[in-house]
């Protein structure tokens, strides 16, 4: 079974507008972490935000913010006021159990993000 | 301070051929992992050394595929008699620990074609 589904392959939004990328994950762990990463045409994984299955609030970080529905299993990225440069694939990963060893991530299939002037 | 760093950039190869894939971590990171991307099965852990403990190669594909990481920083991922599913995009990446919530740093990635 699929750790990590996101269901949206492309998603067209208009500049200075809000996005939602869908994420939902499985897992039987009761210590996981989620993680949402960008790739830009130019290939390199760049690290958004992170967000612990015990951390009670939603995390932020500058225009990008977590929607995290730990009952339903979902971590939706949201990205506000779009920027052209945020055009990009965006991957959700998911890093299960609570110990050193516990330290792959399980990547979605991603999500292609094209942002329109 | 530098980045995870990757080389070569682009690499081209004839099936049966070895192939080895360096990368270099960010100073004192001491987990490095290794990830495969490609079109058909998207991004795949392959294998992880954290430190002096012996490193967790659950996700290499093949007897194949090894890694070793020498002095606990550069890490070479070596593909023996190359087959051309091994096409991809061989992504390294660091962490100050293995665990908890520290985020992973990616280095630029290996293209790998195989002919």
């Known amino acids: 079974a699929q750790k990590i589904t996101q269901t949206q392959p492309g998603m067209f939004v208009q500049e200075k507008e809000a996005v939602t990328l869908d994420c939902t994950y499985d897992t039987s762990d009761q210590s996981y972490g989620l993680f949402w990463y960008k790739q830009p045409s130019s290939g390199e994984m760049i690290f958004l935000i992170y967000?612990?299955?015990?951390?009670?609030q939603n995390a932020t970080e500058g225009r990008y913010s977590l929607n995290f529905q730990k009952a339903r299993k979902s971590a939706n990225l949201v990205i506000s006021a779009s920027q052209l440069g945020d055009s990009a694939m965006y991957f959700c990963?998911?890093?299960?159990?609570?110990?050193?060893?516990?330290?792959?991530?399980?990547f979605g299939a991603g999500t292609t993000v094209t942002v329109r002037a | 301070g530098a980045g995870v760093s990757q080389s070569p950039s682009n690499k081209v190869t004839e099936k049966g051929k070895d192939v080895e894939l360096r990368c270099d971590p960010i100073?004192?990171?001491?987990?490095l992992y290794w990830y495969r991307q490609s079109l058909g099965q998207g991004l795949e852990f392959l294998i992880y050394?954290?430190?002096?403990?012996?490193?967790?190669k659950s996700g290499l594909p093949s007897d194949r595929f090894s890694a070793e990481r020498t002095g606990g920083s550069v890490s070479t991922l070596t593909i023996q008699r190359t087959q051309q599913e091994d096409s991809a995009v061989y992504l390294c990446?660091?962490?100050?620990?293995?665990?908890?919530?520290?985020?992973?740093?990616f280095g630029p990635g290996t293209r790998l074609t195989v002919t």
């Open positions: 050394f954290q430190g002096n403990s012996a490193p967790d």
């Open positions: 990963a998911m890093r299960e159990g609570r110990a050193s060893r516990d330290y792959k991530l399980s």
């Open positions: 100073s004192g990171h001491t987990a």
């Open positions: 967000q612990g299955s015990y951390d009670e």
């Open positions: 990446a660091s962490s100050l620990e293995g665990g908890g919530g520290y985020q992973q740093y």
